[in-house]
């Protein structure tokens, strides 16, 4: 067995990752028979963890999980699993990594055969995103709370971290 091809997914929160590489995952085994395995960062995300990034709310004063900070996916505990993976004689074909920093880490930059950037307007993400998380699927369902929280986090992380 060969090396498995590794591919890698970022872009903005709520570009499209999650449902692009699921999609693209599901073809590559129904469609081209290849044992695909996709992992998401977010599964990695140490909230609560006292290594977790955090900011002050200029707003609020409220110290709060910056989930769109490099340091807020744990990547010693990903890297592990991912080369975990890679190791066995029963490996995928393809693995596939998405999340908001998986370009941005050198690290995973290192083992990624291929790298693609998922390119969405702002404003369809940030609509996208309060739509999304108005569910309480994150834990917040506050439309002002969830504004301000991507004023002041998510926009700033995505400027500094995910754009570049």
Not at 5 to 10: E, S
Not at 111 to 121: A, V
Not at 143 to 150: D, E, N, R
């Amino acid at each position: 067995m060969t090396k498995p091809l590794i591919i890698g997914f970022a872009g903005g929160s709520a570009a499209g990752k999650s449902t692009l590489t699921a999609a693209f995952a599901e073809a590559l085994r129904t469609d081209l028979g290849r044992q695909t395995t996709l992992i998401a960062a977010d599964r990695y995300m140490q909230r609560g963890s006292p290594n977790a990034p955090t900011f002050v709310s200029p707003s609020s004063g409220e110290v709060l999980f910056n989930a769109n900070h490099p340091d807020s996916v744990d990547w010693d505990r990903l890297l592990t699993d991912l080369d975990a993976l890679i190791d066995p004689p029963d490996c995928p074909e393809v693995i596939i990594i998405e999340g908001l920093m998986v370009l941005y880490q050198q690290r995973m930059r290192e083992r990624l055969d291929i790298r693609c950037f998922i390119e969405l307007d702002a404003d369809e993400r940030a609509l996208r995103r309060l739509l999304r998380d108005m569910t309480g699927v994150r834990g917040m369902t506050d439309p002002a709370q969830l504004a301000t929280y991507y004023r002041e986090c998510a926009r700033v992380g995505h400027m500094l971290y995910v754009e570049p």
